[in-house]
């Protein structure tokens, strides 16, 4: 398998729930991020991997907790969400995180969470 | 701070049309500028790139954008549309040196009509 896989492609929850969404790159990459679509607004990014280090976080809430166990696996945990938070959750890869690498990702198809 | 603008949110145009698709951004020095392309239900997939050199990139899928720094602008072009172009356009830019993330415009919606 190639490429940037998420798991679930959709995902339903309740507000008290707690999921995660798993992400697995086979490129061989070392950054990997998430970020966050909703209709009529530009990519949101939310965090930024490299090499199992988090690099970015932007000023997402508490209730989004990432973890990287290797260059490969990214997850998002989701715990108490609201229903704006409801959007297309994406996770893409690339080579490393300077200038020229991190400009070049590879998007996974995303998880589309919808938050009751 | 680098910042994106694509000013139409959506564009119909007929099968076997030309197609331009405008982009401008703003940052401080020469950016790396990106176009890329999202089908329904699919993740966001790169049609082309500008890192520096000749100003005129070409891309997939017939895809070419033109970097004019007098304009601060990036747009898409394709010479003769096809149905299967029907997909949401994202400009990107992203910095040049050093540690680097990509900041999105707020996408364009291409429509085609047969």
């Known amino acids: 398998e190639t490429g940037v896989t998420q798991t679930p492609r959709h995902l339903v929850m309740g507000m008290t729930n707690k999921k995660s969404l798993k992400c697995e790159q086979h490129?061989?990459?070392?950054?990997m991020y998430w970020y966050k679509q909703s209709a009529k607004k530009p990519l949101e990014l939310m965090f930024v991997?490299?090499?199992?280090?988090?690099?970015e976080n932007n000023s997402v809430p508490s209730r989004f907790s990432p973890e990287c166990p290797n260059s490969s696996h990214l997850f998002l945990h989701l715990h108490t969400l609201q229903p704006e938070d409801s959007a297309l959750y994406l996770c893409?890869?690339?080579?490393?995180?300077?200038?020229?690498?991190?400009?070049?990702?590879?998007f996974g198809a995303g998880s589309r969470l919808t938050v009751l | 701070a680098q910042s994106v603008t694509q000013p139409d949110i959506h564009i119909t145009v007929s099968e076997g049309a030309s197609l331009e698709l405008r982009c401008n951004y703003s940052?401080?020095?020469?950016?790396?500028l990106f176009w890329y392309v999202q089908s329904p239900g699919q993740g966001l997939q790169l049609l082309l790139k500008?890192?520096?050199?000749?100003?005129l990139v070409q891309g997939i899928k017939g895809f070419e954008a033109e970097f004019k720094r007098s304009q601060s602008s990036f747009n898409l072009r394709k010479p003769s549309v096809h149905w299967s172009d029907a997909a949401e356009y994202f400009c990107?830019?992203?910095?040049?040196?050093?540690?680097?993330?990509?900041?999105f415009g707020k996408g364009t919606m291409l429509l085609v009509s047969p």
């Open positions: 893409a890869s690339s080579r490393d995180v300077g200038a020229a690498g991190a400009n070049v990702l590879t």
């Open positions: 490129l061989g990459h070392n950054a």
């Open positions: 991997y490299s090499l199992e280090e988090r690099v």
């Open positions: 940052y401080g020095a020469t950016p790396y």
């Open positions: 500008y890192f520096s050199g000749d100003t």
């Open positions: 990107a830019v992203g910095g040049n040196s050093g540690y680097s993330t990509l900041t």
